[in-house]
């Protein structure tokens, strides 16, 4: 039903537009009455984005079984169910993006998604993190780098109108995340004893400010 009530709304929104239909038009559309449109959707908005809050269970269940491999390379899998689920239906996808360019209530709707997004991919790397210095701001910042970049790869397929791979725009955005904050360059701090040698490895190229920020935080230094 909850399928049905999408695209009985999607499909009026495309032909009257958004502003213009209303609640009674899509539970007519459907055969189905008011109580069943909000058994299912709070508002209009939410029917925009029907499949959202299956993302959002499929990420924190796939987070929750991340084990113990490095976490901002699970971030960035996990960001990439979302990509998966728009290039299931290009089509719808694109058409939404577009939709949702037009009406502002729209773009503030989907910026409430986004950060839902963002603070669960938040919460699981202050989780790994815990204990470790800044492990709250790491983790928000980190967050916010993996949800732009994916956003930046993804919004940049569907100007396209969903032609070529969708994949590769977001791959390559999030590789820049994982240069900068991956293990190579971003694992948590260490305490040092003085009978203890610490490793630290730094992207090529990396300023020398940032080499010298790690080496003191490494050795517990402020």
Not at 53 to 80: H, Q, S
Request: glycine share 10%; net charge neutral; aromatic share 8%.
């Amino acid at each position: 039903m909850r399928d049905v009530l999408a695209e009985a709304a999607f499909g009026l929104f495309m032909e009257r537009g958004f502003e213009r239909t209303t609640v009674d038009d899509i539970v007519a559309r459907a055969g189905v009455g008011r109580r069943s449109f909000f058994r299912y959707f709070p508002s209009k908005e939410d029917a925009v984005f029907p499949d959202h809050e299956r993302c959002l269970a499929d990420m924190t269940a796939f987070l929750e079984a991340g084990g113990d491999g490095d976490p901002v390379d699970t971030v960035c899998d996990a960001a990439r169910l979302v990509l998966r689920m728009y290039a299931v239906n290009p089509e719808f996808s694109v058409q939404r993006y577009r939709l949702t360019r037009e009406v502002p209530g729209l773009r503030t709707y989907e910026l409430s998604v986004v950060r839902r997004y963002e603070r669960t991919l938040a919460g699981y790397l202050e989780r790994r993190g815990a204990g470790t210095r800044d492990a709250a701001l790491r983790a928000e910042v980190i967050a916010a780098s993996v949800v732009a970049a994916h956003n930046n790869g993804l919004r940049s397929w569907l100007r396209s109108g969903g032609e070529g791979d969708a994949g590769a725009e977001v791959d390559r955005a999030l590789e820049l995340v994982r240069t900068v904050w991956g293990r190579a360059a971003g694992l948590p701090a260490v305490s040092a004893r003085e009978d203890e040698v610490i490793v630290m490895v730094a992207a090529k190229g990396a300023p020398m400010w940032r080499v010298v920020q790690r080496i003191e935080s490494a050795l517990g230094k402020d």
